[in-house]
C-alpha cells in the first residue's frame, strides 16, 4: 500500500518541472518538511469529547528568507498539495479537525538555508447553517486577500419555514476551496444533501473552475448536472438544498 509521503511525491512530480527543481536547491525539501507536518499532527493531538482526536488544522512553515524568496511563486500550490497530506494523515490515523487545513509559508531572518520550523493551531472554520455564515474570529480580524474581480459566492439555503432565503458573501480568497458537510472543509454547509467533501473550487490562472469531488447526490449549475466547470458571473450552483451564485466583477 502506497504511504502518505510517497503519494504526496508523486503529486509533486505530476505538478513541478525543472524550475520547481530549482527552487529547492538548497538543502530545503518538501518531503521533509511533509514529514513535520505529520509529526506536529501526531506530537499535538488530544483525545476529546466522545473520544475524538483532535489535532492542528493551520499550520505555518517558517523557513529562511532565501528560501522563501525562491519558493514563493511555488507556495500556494505546494501549500494545498501539503494540506492534501495533512488531510490523508488525519484519515489514516482517526484524526480530527475543527476547520479547514491551511498551510502556508514565512520567511524568517533567524533561520539559516535549508532549515525550518513547524507553527500550528486550532481554527474553527467557515459553517453555513440555518441561513447564516459563521465564520472564525481569525477570519474577521484580519483583512482577506482576493483575486481579480473580487471573487465570491452567495450563498443561500432553502428552508420554507423560515420564509424566503437570505443571501449571505463568502469570498473566495485562496486558490482552493473545498465546499462539503465536513468540519474540515473551507466553506461547511450543514446540509444533509451534501456530502462530506462534495465539490471543490479552483482558481487557476485567473479562471475559477468547479469541481464535483464524486458526491452522492451530485453538482448541478444551472440545473445540469456537472463534473468539472468553469465559472462565470451569475453561475448558478446546487448542492443538496444549498445554492451558491458566483459573481465576479468585470471582464477577465
Given at each position: 500500500?502506497?504511504?502518505?509521503?510517497?503519494?504526496?511525491?508523486?503529486?509533486?512530480?505530476?505538478?513541478?518541472?525543472?524550475?520547481?527543481?530549482?527552487?529547492?536547491?538548497?538543502?530545503?525539501?518538501?518531503?521533509?518538511?511533509?514529514?513535520?507536518?505529520?509529526?506536529?499532527?501526531?506530537?499535538?493531538?488530544?483525545?476529546?469529547?466522545?473520544?475524538?482526536?483532535?489535532?492542528?488544522?493551520?499550520?505555518?512553515?517558517?523557513?529562511?528568507?532565501?528560501?522563501?524568496?525562491?519558493?514563493?511563486?511555488?507556495?500556494?500550490?505546494?501549500?494545498?498539495?501539503?494540506?492534501?497530506?495533512?488531510?490523508?494523515?488525519?484519515?489514516?490515523?482517526?484524526?480530527?479537525?475543527?476547520?479547514?487545513?491551511?498551510?502556508?509559508?514565512?520567511?524568517?531572518?533567524?533561520?539559516t538555508i535549508g532549515t525550518f520550523r513547524i507553527r500550528s493551531g486550532v481554527i474553527r472554520g467557515t459553517t453555513v447553517e440555518d441561513g447564516e455564515i459563521r465564520r472564525p474570529t481569525s477570519d474577521l480580524a484580519r483583512p482577506q486577500e482576493g483575486f481579480p474581480g473580487s471573487p465570491r459566492l452567495l450563498v443561500s439555503t432553502a428552508d420554507p419555514s423560515s420564509g424566503p432565503p437570505t443571501q449571505r458573501t463568502f469570498p473566495?480568497?485562496?486558490?482552493?476551496?473545498?465546499?462539503?458537510?465536513?468540519?474540515?472543509?473551507?466553506?461547511?454547509?450543514?446540509?444533509?444533501?451534501?456530502?462530506?467533501?462534495?465539490?471543490?473550487?479552483?482558481?487557476?490562472?485567473?479562471?475559477?473552475?468547479?469541481?464535483?469531488?464524486?458526491?452522492?447526490?451530485?453538482?448541478?449549475?444551472?440545473?445540469?448536472?456537472?463534473?468539472?466547470?468553469?465559472?462565470?458571473?451569475?453561475?448558478?450552483?446546487?448542492?443538496?438544498?444549498?445554492?451558491?451564485?458566483?459573481?465576479?466583477?468585470?471582464?477577465?
Amino acid at each position: 500500500m502506497v504511504g502518505v509521503l510517497q503519494r504526496f511525491e508523486h503529486r509533486l512530480q505530476g505538478m513541478y518541472d525543472g524550475g520547481f527543481a530549482r527552487a529547492f536547491k538548497s538543502d530545503l525539501q518538501p518531503t521533509e518538511i511533509a514529514g513535520a507536518v505529520q509529526r506536529e499532527m501526531d506530537d499535538r493531538a488530544a483525545i476529546v469529547a466522545q473520544g475524538r482526536i483532535l489535532v492542528p488544522n493551520d499550520f505555518v512553515a517558517e523557513i529562511a528568507q532565501a528560501d522563501f524568496d525562491r519558493l514563493e511563486v511555488f507556495a500556494d500550490n505546494l501549500g494545498i498539495e501539503l494540506a492534501t497530506l495533512a488531510r490523508d494523515h488525519a484519515r489514516e490515523q482517526g484524526y480530527s479537525f475543527v476547520g479547514p487545513v491551511r498551510i502556508r509559508f514565512d520567511g524568517v531572518p533567524d533561520l539559516t538555508i535549508g532549515t525550518f520550523r513547524i507553527r500550528s493551531g486550532v481554527i474553527r472554520g467557515t459553517t453555513v447553517e440555518d441561513g447564516e455564515i459563521r465564520r472564525p474570529t481569525s477570519d474577521l480580524a484580519r483583512p482577506q486577500e482576493g483575486f481579480p474581480g473580487s471573487p465570491r459566492l452567495l450563498v443561500s439555503t432553502a428552508d420554507p419555514s423560515s420564509g424566503p432565503p437570505t443571501q449571505r458573501t463568502f469570498p473566495l480568497t485562496s486558490p482552493l476551496t473545498i465546499l462539503g458537510r465536513g468540519t474540515d472543509c473551507d466553506l461547511r454547509l450543514v446540509d444533509q444533501g451534501v456530502s462530506r467533501h462534495h465539490a471543490e473550487i479552483r482558481v487557476e490562472d485567473g479562471d475559477v473552475v468547479l469541481v464535483d469531488l464524486g458526491s452522492t447526490n451530485g453538482t448541478f449549475v444551472n440545473g445540469q448536472p456537472i463534473r468539472r466547470i468553469s465559472l462565470t458571473d451569475g453561475t448558478r450552483v446546487t448542492l443538496g438544498r444549498t445554492t451558491l451564485v458566483f459573481r465576479r466583477d468585470g471582464t477577465y
